[in-house]
């Protein structure tokens, strides 16, 4: 299993540009979930999916939108890059069919650079 | 939105050391979770905490659930090299929702 995967792993844009950020996983979850990690503050919940067509606002879902194109991949667009995006965004994904279950696995990242 | 306070934000010990650090929130949660992250990479879950007062070992890793349920602790025993990265706290109240803490970067003086 490949688990979470991401692409790219890396991005530059202008201001302005538009893009989208792919994420897969292999591992039959149900909840997926998109995060950005600035410097010197944890991770925060852009939006997730709890199921195959359903899709919430997180923490910070302006400037951005997602699609749950089936069950395996979630991706995050970015309609009109601004310098304020740049950031590492990362997909995670988990297995909400059991109890307790709490493991998000994440994927390895992409830095983005918005000039 | 709520606000995870993670203490200390950076550690510099030896190897060999005992790690304690922790985390406050402004409001309860019913589970707490402890991550780390290594550079370039997703940060990968060390210890889950579901009941107030539960304490929780992953081999020289021990999680409390604060009793208030406002506050957890992580504590790493001899550290070892590998222990170098972030540790983020985060906290669950609902059903989906995790809320991050800022982390605490570990480094390892030789």
């Known amino acids: 299993n490949a688990g979470v995967t991401q692409t790219p792993k890396f991005q530059v844009l202008k201001t302005g540009q538009s893009m989208t ?10 909840s997926m979930y998109w995060y950005r990690q600035d410097p ?17 606002k997180g ?14 991949e979630f991706s995050l667009r ?30 390895p990242g992409t830095r983005l650079t918005v000039l | ?32 979770l402890w991550y780390k992250q290594d550079p370039g990479e997703g940060p990968v879950l060390l210890i889950a905490l579901y009941k107030a007062g539960e304490l929780t070992s992953n081999g020289r890793l021990t999680a409390q659930f604060g ?6 602790f992580l504590n790493i025993s001899a550290s070892i090299p590998s ?3 972030i540790y983020f706290c985060a906290g669950r109240l609902g059903n989906e929702k995790l809320t991050f ?10």
């Open chain 1, 40 to 56: 010197g503050m944890g991770l925060r919940l852009i939006y997730y999916s709890a199921s195959e067509g359903t899709t919430d």
């Open chain 1, 21 to 30: 950020l792919q994420c897969a996983q292999d591992m039959n979850h149900n």
């Open chain 2, 67 to 72: 009793i208030t349920r406002k506050d957890s």
């Open chain 1, 59 to 72: 923490e910070v879902p302006n400037g951005y939108n997602v699609s749950r194109l089936n069950k395996r």
């Open chain 2, 83 to 85: 222990d170098v990265g």
């Open chain 2, 101 to 110: 803490g800022t982390g605490t970067r570990l480094t390892i003086i030789p």
């Open chain 1, 78 to 107: 970015l309609e009109s890059a601004a310098p304020s995006q740049t950031s590492v965004y990362f997909c995670a994904s988990r297995d909400t069919s059991g109890r307790r279950t709490d493991t998000q696995y994440f994927g």
């Open chain 2, 1 to 32: 939105g709520q606000q995870l306070n993670q203490s200390p934000q950076s550690m510099f010990i030896q190897e060999g050391e005992d790690v304690s650090m922790n985390c406050t929130s402004s409001s309860i949660f019913n589970t707490w």
